[in-house]
């Protein structure tokens, strides 16, 4: 086994206590504590200001925190500068030095170091073959795909052993296909190392294929931290529960509890609700939350009379909104085929859900 695949992941695991960032009265990190468990792939997701990029920048060192502190292995690095931190980073930009080959490139912070020639030759060696770019090591960046290049900043990050990696948004400037299939890539190079790896973006999609578990970040602030899974099925707000991937929102009140099923009153009449281990209470306001595709078509539980306003062939499944009898606009997902066959606009329909397809979540 080389020397860059093992990785002391023991020494790994990062602590954050009351960690804040103030720019006069902007707070772009408000009082976060959070544990990094040694050799997870976190994803820090938000929107842009959200401040997962000055959380990554914090940890790397780039940015002072104006209050908190900051662990690894149990000791504080928060006055350590960046060169010290032994963390490998890798930015959106990819920051390659235009002038130096591949292997050049890669061998730039073992020369830093002051390591011998001969073991930076083996050490490039090995990392050019770890991102499969062997062949590729007298190219000049400008010679080199996105892709290539990523790939190279990230071999040039890796290459020194980090105890932990940090990605700031390394596939934002690829196409889709490319970043997909990095994304892959990327999940499988962390297994096979066991390092930490610590990924800030605004791509839902990648921080749910990528992730043992996600930050969602909104105003300086972890809203919820949990695994893709569990963000996804159980949000505990409107906006982690928006912000996810698509949904519906039903607003209601409580009108009786009992059996483990609540009946709520909304606008287009009582559903049912089947009550999870979060408490409802009877005369309580609540707000539902309902995927596009858990929606179902025809008489049934919490059936209500909706017209189609407008559907989308594409390819696989078919997108439709509808609006219901109250007005409330609705968003479905249904496969191609037969069972699209109503997806007209126009269309009068029946839709609702299954008591247990939604999820109560907090009005933000």
């Not at 408490?279 to 909706?306: C, D, H, M, T, Y």
């Not at 109503?342 to 299954?354: K, L, N, P, T």
Request: charged share 20%.
């Amino acid at each position: 086994m080389s020397a860059i695949e093992n990785i002391a992941s023991a020494e790994a695991g990062i602590r954050l206590y009351g960690l804040s960032k103030y720019y006069g009265d902007f707070r772009a990190l408000d009082d976060i504590d959070l544990v990094v468990r040694p050799s997870e792939f976190l994803t820090l997701l938000g929107p842009s200001g959200s401040g997962k990029s000055t959380l990554l920048m914090a940890l790397a060192g780039f940015v002072d925190p104006t209050h908190g502190d900051l662990f690894l292995g149990g000791k504080s690095i928060l006055r350590l500068p960046p060169e010290q931190r032994n963390f490998g980073v890798v930015f959106q930009g990819y920051a390659l030095f235009p002038h130096m080959t591949a292997a050049e490139n890669i061998a730039y912070p073992l020369k830093v170091r002051g390591l011998a020639k001969n073991e930076i030759g083996k050490r490039v060696k090995n990392t050019l073959d770890l991102v499969q770019l062997g062949h590729l090591a007298s190219r000049y960046p400008k010679q080199l795909s996105g892709g290539q290049q990523q790939r190279v900043a990230l071999a040039r990050a890796l290459v020194f052993s980090p105890k932990v990696l940090l990605l700031d948004e390394p596939m934002g400037a690829l196409d889709k296909k490319l970043r997909h299939d990095l994304q892959v890539e990327l999940r499988q190079l962390h297994r096979r190392l066991g390092c930490t790896f610590i990924n800030v973006t605004h791509d839902q999609d990648e921080a749910m294929a990528m992730s043992d578990r996600i930050a969602i970040m909104r105003a300086g602030k972890i809203v919820q931290l949990d695994e893709p899974d569990k963000l996804y099925n159980q949000p505990k707000t409107k906006f982690v529960a928006d912000f996810l991937g698509k949904n519906n929102f039903v607003e209601g009140k409580v009108a009786r509890v009992g059996n483990g099923v609540a009946d709520i009153e909304t606008a287009d009449g009582t559903v049912l609700y089947e009550v999870s281990e979060r408490s409802i209470v009877q005369g309580a306001s609540v707000l539902l939350a309902v995927r596009p595709q858990r929606l179902r078509f025809g008489p049934g539980p919490n059936s209500r009379k909706a017209v189609v306003q407008t559907a989308m062939f594409l390819g696989t499944h078919v997108e439709m909104t509808l609006r219901s009898a109250s007005g409330q606009i609705l968003s479905a997902t249904v496969e191609a085929g037969p069972a699209a066959q109503f997806a007209r606009e126009g269309a009068s329909v029946d839709v609702g859900w299954a008591p247990a397809a939604a999820t109560l979540v907090e009005a933000d």
